[in-house]
């Protein structure tokens, strides 16, 4: 019923950044949270951040993370955003959007909070 596309990804340096998009289409007007997982090789994929239609946002707060993503979205637009800064080698993954039919970000930020995926962006942090 949704779908979703990333674009954005790319190889980037160490210390660069990259604003990863998503646009959402279909039956979108169910799809209140809107969030973003990565998946690196070899590990889970993991939660990244979220936000809520009404701009709510949530966001993974390990060290790896907080302070150089920024979540954001235009609903106008059915897109979701993820601008990256600062980037490292170990941001390194295949970047996920993923749209949820829950209402709070602070109560989407598992894999199975989510109905809908897409087919994922490479991310490649070089050092």
């Known amino acids: 019923q949704v779908q979703l596309v990333e674009s954005g990804g790319g190889l980037v340096q160490a210390g660069d950044s990259l604003t990863l998009s998503c646009a959402a289409s279909?039956?979108?007007?169910?799809?209140?949270?809107l969030g973003w997982f990565r998946q690196a090789p070899g590990k889970e994929r993991e939660f990244v951040a979220a936000?809520?239609?009404?701009?709510?946002?949530?966001?993974n707060n390990v060290d790896s993370v907080k302070g150089r993503f920024t979540i954001s979205r235009v609903n106008a637009k059915n897109t979701v955003y993820l601008q990256m800064n600062s980037l490292k080698p170990e941001d390194t993954a295949v970047y996920y959007c993923?749209?949820?039919?829950?209402?709070?970000?602070?109560?989407?930020?598992?894999?199975?909070?989510?109905?809908?995926w897409g087919q994922g962006t490479q991310v490649t942090v070089s050092s």
């Open positions: 993923a749209a949820s039919t829950k209402s709070r970000a602070s109560i989407a930020t598992m894999i199975y909070d989510y109905d809908y």
């Open positions: 279909g039956r979108t007007f169910n799809t209140a949270t």
């Open positions: 936000i809520s239609w009404s701009g709510v946002i949530s966001t």
